[in-house]
């Protein structure tokens, strides 16, 4: 495993936050660490998987296949974020795929491993209370991309890709899908937010100025 607390990292994730040590601890035990390169695909959309992922640094895009045949971004994951957690409950099939938009560690964690650790009755409990809290969080995202502005989708989004300083190293096409805009409008966006110097972009870099 690589420098940072592991236990630390799968108690702050939205999903296992709130258990206590002792199922953390069991929790850590089972994960492996993988790294990954910039556009290195994780799973394809379709192919059969049994394990879940927790970020740990980097950035993981999320997308689907439309009926058109066009690649649809989901989300973009963050780190001590959670994902592909659906491989614990449904089919064995990928219902997405995942691709490092730069270098990335994420744990991964067996369906299996998971299951077992189930027949703990607060394990069990906790992890439903996490998995409806989740299923909450994304129905807000959407109740937010309908009811906010395109501007304030895009600083929430820049300001939660760093701790200090918001820097981003993305396609223009794959943050406008994150936001809910087309990428004309996005280009409108960041050139109004630089007007205001609201943000920096140098070197293909945005950055949030004063964050």
Do not use: H, W
């Amino acid at each position: 495993m690589g420098t940072y607390n592991l236990n630390k990292l799968i108690s702050n994730s939205d999903l296992f936050c709130g258990l206590p040590e002792d199922l953390i601890a069991k929790i850590a035990g089972y994960c492996k660490e993988r790294k990954l390169r910039k556009n290195e695909t994780l799973f394809v959309e379709g192919t059969k998987g049994y394990v879940m992922y927790l970020l740990v640094e980097g950035c993981i895009q999320l997308s689907k296949t439309s009926e058109k045949g066009d690649s649809v971004v989901i989300r973009t994951v963050l780190p001590s974020e959670v994902f592909a957690e659906v491989m614990l409950f449904e089919s064995n099939l990928f219902p997405v795929t995942a691709v490092a938009l730069k270098p990335s560690t994420v744990l991964q964690l067996s369906k299996f491993d998971l299951s077992g650790l189930m027949s703990n009755e607060g394990m069990r409990n906790k992890f439903i209370a996490n998995l409806i809290g989740r299923i909450r969080y994304l129905t807000q995202k959407l109740l937010e991309q309908s009811s906010t502005s395109a501007e304030d989708r895009l600083m929430v989004f820049l300001k939660k890709q760093g701790r200090s300083t918001s820097l981003v190293q993305m396609k223009k096409k794959d943050i406008a899908a994150e936001i809910g805009a087309k990428p004309e409008t996005l280009s409108r966006l960041l050139f109004k937010l630089r007007k205001r110097r609201a943000i920096s972009v140098k070197e293909g870099k945005i950055s949030v100025i004063g964050v």
